[in-house]
């Protein structure tokens, strides 16, 4: 017995010092959305580094405007020097943040983020930032929303959501007393200069000045979704990244959405509710479907090349040799369980003639015809379906992807697509029998047996 506890002792201080070593190794990387006030980069970090045990940042990246971004170009500056002594004070080499000021467009960084496009693009770059860090093996992030304006905290606690692993963090700090928060010259309590003014902050404090070391920092940590392994099912990349687009596919998957295509009726079953199609909405309906169930390879939502997938562009239909060309004419033949009617080979006599023409004009008319046919499926599905959110999923989306043009797709993944053709949809309606397949029998042999769905 004294052998047995002995062994298990032993298991349990090499796992101990497995998981210490794996510790030592993770590497911590801390994340400060920032505006105004400096000082919330070295409370945060000297919060931090007060843990027990200590949580030491290896990397600072402060994500600010260029009104924000001025205290920190220096390396002389106030603000680093104070954040070197934070670290100092512990015995840690001091560690230089890096700056990320967003850009609406090259060499146009935000000074603020009042618009609609400095929001944009501080959403994007913050959201790409946490990713590029969590792709990264052994990576630990702790997020402070703390600086800069309310929609920057917004920003933070969806981005960390999108990609955060267990043991990430997102926190505000608090100072205490409050009317410290608010004066340019606290940086954090062992500062050199005790003696801060407070007196030009209203309300009226009851004592103008008062000592640094008096402070206590609290990190209030803010609980958030962990949605990193919905993320794997999403596919995106940082050329056209939108951090809009990208939250709408996670509600996307998130709602989980089943979107069933039956051939012999031309209907959509949404989550249940059935949408009836005409011959040549269906499909166009049932092209774009394939193109996300089968992957098409050069377009997706996100722009074009080998690794975008599931889109097609509007000039294929101008190419009567392009797979989505012939699929659309495959499709709409296949809408009849015999020979197809009059209106299907007037509609594809009246495409090729005029791609016959081999002008701007023809192909203008044959684009104009796809258009109005993917009109005529968002008016269908905004009638029947009523919830918002599914009409989003469901109904066709049109992008401009450069240099290449008009592009449209569904939003929609693969596994929430199921397409069921003629031939199934008679079996299960009993109209004819199940294919029979061959079995192995128990002496080795085959025998036919009757396939049972």
Same mark, same amino acid.
């Given at each position: ?19 210490a ?47 924000g ?23 840690? /080499? ?79 700090? $608090? ?6 928060e ?22 009226p ?6 000592k ?27 050329q ?13 998957? $998130?709602d ?10 031309h209907? $959509? ?9 005409g ?8 092209? $774009? ?6 992957s ?13 997938a ?15 060309y ?33 002008? /701007? ?46 592009s ?46």
């Open positions: 017995m004294r052998q047995a506890k002995t062994r298990t002792a032993a298991r349990e201080i090499r796992a101990s010092a497995a998981g070593s794996a510790e030592h190794q993770r590497r911590n990387v801390l994340v400060i959305t920032l505006g105004g006030a400096p000082g919330v980069v070295t409370e945060t970090a000297y919060a931090l580094l007060k843990r027990s045990p200590r949580w030491v940042p290896r990397e600072i990246h402060l994500v600010t405007t260029t009104f971004a001025k205290d920190w170009h220096d390396s002389d500056s106030r603000a680093n020097r104070e954040l070197a002594a934070v670290f100092e004070h512990f015995g840690i /080499a001091p560690v230089r943040p890096r700056l990320l000021v967003p850009e609406m467009s090259a060499s146009n960084p935000i000074a603020d983020i009042r618009t609609e496009e400095q929001n944009i693009a501080f959403a994007n770059a913050l959201t790409w930032l946490i990713k590029e860090i969590k792709d990264r093996k052994d990576t630990r992030l702790h997020v402070s929303m703390a600086g800069g304006r309310k929609t920057m905290s917004s920003y933070s606690q969806a981005a960390i959501s999108f990609f955060a692993e267990e043991d990430d963090e997102l926190t505000h700090s $608090l100072v205490e007393p409050s009317s410290l608010y004066s340019p010259d606290f940086f954090w309590p062992k500062q050199q200069q005790q003696d801060i003014d407070v007196s030009k902050r209203p309300p404090p009851p004592t103008k000045i008062i640094a070391s008096t402070a206590e920092i609290t990190l209030v940590p803010s609980p958030f979704l962990r949605l990193r392994q919905h993320m794997k099912r999403i596919p995106f990349a940082k056209n990244f939108d951090h809009w687009t990208l939250t709408e596919r996670v509600q996307a998957n $998130l989980a959405y089943t979107v069933k295509l039956r051939v012999k009726e209907t $959509l079953i949404i989550n249940g509710q059935l949408v009836k199609f011959n040549q909405e269906f499909a166009l309906y049932r092209v $774009l479907a394939t193109a996300i169930d089968e098409w390879r050069g377009v997706g939502p996100d722009g074009q090349g080998h690794n975008h599931g889109w097609i562009l509007i000039r294929d239909f101008l190419d009567s040799v392009s797979r989505p012939r699929k659309f004419f495959e499709f709409y033949r296949d809408c009849f369980s015999g020979h197809p009617d009059e209106a299907y080979w007037r509609f594809k006599d009246d495409i090729e003639r005029h791609l016959n023409f081999k002008t /701007a004009a023809g192909q203008d008319y044959v684009a104009n015809r796809f258009k109005t046919l993917r009109n005529k499926i968002k008016q269908r599905l905004q009638a029947e379906i009523v919830s918002y959110s599914a009409r989003r999923r469901v109904m066709p989306d049109s992008r401009f992807v450069k240099p290449k043009g008009r449209y797709g569904l939003a929609l993944e693969r596994h929430e697509i199921e397409i069921i053709p003629r031939l199934r949809a008679r079996e299960e309606a009993g109209e004819i029998a199940a294919p029979e397949r061959t079995a192995p029998d128990p002496d080795g042999s085959t025998i036919q047996k009757r396939a049972v769905r």
